[in-house]
T-cell receptor, first 117, second 113 residues
């Protein structure tokens, strides 16, 4: 079974600074999908960014970017110019490309990020 | 476009009571699922469905039942509530295999006393 590990239960960053959240995963698949979800205090789950393992180029979405290291099975999230609205729980998630595993996300335990004014 | 709608938002049950958490989506998604979120545990899959009439178990299915009679609806039933089922429950849907993302409902906070 795939596992996703987020080794930083809590982090903080000053407003306007840059922060990187870590995520590692374990799989024997060669192709798969990776996601970062944000959960603000409102409890809503919001997709931040996604990466397909066969794409070598790192995904970016405005201030959010990833550092995808396939050989190391690492998928970190970088938030640039941090804003107060970035305060949230962040979950890393993994999904297989086909079969029964293609219908479920395996989540890490989350990293609680606080942006300090 | 409402997306994924969950009801109720909050619920308190006594041990042994039963109830149904409702989930509906209006995006014509084939795949629907239920997750529970517990502190320090992330989200764990309870049950999922890949289409009307088809359901399967996830990681933590015990104590829960599901059915999928229509594409739109995927209710989660607690047969006899236990304090261990105190959690936040999320329903989610997606288009199908591939990298299409999960669309989540806003969650139901359930407390079992």
């Amino acid at each position: 079974a795939q596992t996703v590990t987020q080794s930083q239960p809590e982090m903080s960053v000053q407003e306007a600074e840059t922060v990187t959240l870590s995520c590692t995963y374990d799989t024997s698949e060669s192709n798969y999908y990776l996601f970062w979800y944000k959960q603000p205090p409102s409890r809503q789950m919001i997709l931040v960014i996604r990466q397909e393992a066969y794409k070598q180029q790192n995904a970016t979405e405005n201030r959010f970017s990833v550092n995808f290291q396939k050989a190391a099975k690492s998928f970190s999230l970088k938030i640039s110019d941090s804003q107060l609205g970035d305060t949230a729980m962040y979950f890393c998630a993994f999904m297989e490309p086909s079969g029964a595993g293609s219908y479920q996300l395996t989540f890490g335990k989350g990293t609680k990020l606080s942006v300090i004014p | 476009n409402a997306g994924v709608t969950q009801t109720p938002k909050f619920q308190v049950l006594k041990t042994g009571q039963s109830m149904t958490l409702q989930c509906a989506q209006d995006m014509n998604h084939e795949y629907m699922s239920w997750y529970r979120q517990d502190p320090g545990m992330g989200l764990r899959l309870i049950h999922y469905s890949v289409g009307a009439g088809i359901t399967d178990q996830g990681e933590v299915p015990n104590g829960y039942n599901v059915s999928r009679s229509t594409t739109e609806d995927f209710p989660l039933r607690l047969l006899s509530a236990a304090p261990s089922q105190t959690s936040v429950y999320f329903c989610a849907s997606r288009d199908g295999p591939g990298n299409s993302p999960l669309h989540f409902g806003n969650g139901t906070r359930l407390t079992v006393t």
